[in-house]
């Protein structure tokens, strides 16, 4: 990610969650602010790049329908369903964490996340606390201001580049409450650090988090990364050349097998760990949705020791 610029990713996938509140027949998420905040060029600029990637003899007839086919290349990526699937299990397990008394959410990684904007009376509740570089959030906040969206008075907006500044740190800044339990999300993260920042940044939440506190965070399985996947290997292996080409290339997976074991040694206990199969089985039982599986995502839900 160029630092002085919001994150691509970011600004997509709120697009997709958007997209999925508009088109999909049984939304698991009513989020429009997507389509409000993300301004038109980035939207031109992925419906480009689909382009590109067409060939020659097809480019003109999509062209003429240009909003259409930036909807169903959005909805034919292969992050499409982990983006829905995703959110939504974190915002049960948050929603389950606020009725048991959790009233601080932060968001590690927040991007466009919308859910300030929109929170159910499950979550009236729970002050938010969305962290963030600076180049996204200070975008992120430019965008609800143009588009006359008042800020959230339950969240706090903490700009921090976390590679060189502790989260605690950062919480400190606001009125988070280091010995009341909190439920955090890293979402859509932890690929595009190496290994090493990884640790750093687990360690980090649960230093500045109350016994008890939950985690819901996304990874991909490390076998992919290794040529002994197989055809799984090979189709990621072109999912990775796409984001490298955007400027933010996978770096990092974790093993299923020794994720406990790794995730004991930096402070939590794994209480849950479902590959995105298992999250279309939930969430889309009956394949209304169309929701499709990659192989290689997965969410993890941890608690502090």
Known sequence: MDASTPSRTALVTALMRSLHARVDPLPLLQDPWGE?????????????RALERLPE??????????PGFTDSSLRAASSYTGVITRSRFTEDALHEAAACGVRQYVL???GFDSYALRPPAAGRDVRIYEVDHPATQSFKLRRLEEAGIARPAAA?????DLANE??????????????????????????????AA??????????????SSELTFTYIDALVFRPEAGVAYERFKRLRREVAAIGEPFLCGFDPATLPH??????????NDLSDADLVSRYDPQGRNALRTVGHSRIALARVR
């Open 36 to 48: 409000r905040l993300v301004p038109d060029s980035v939207r031109k600029a992925f419906a480009r």
């Open 198 to 211: 990884n640790e750093q940044a687990l360690r980090s939440i649960a230093r500045c988090a109350a016994a």
């Open 57 to 66: 003899a097809e480019r003109a007839a999509v062209a003429t329908d240009l």
């Open 108 to 110: 590690v990684g927040a």
């Open 156 to 160: 706090r907006f903490l700009a921090a």
């Open 166 to 195: 502790d989260l605690g740190d950062v919480l400190a800044r606001s009125d988070y409450d280091p010995l009341a339990p909190a439920f955090f999300s890293w979402l859509g993260v932890t690929m595009y650090l190496t290994r």
């Open 262 to 271: 790794e995730l004991a040694a930096l402070g939590f206990d794994l209480v």
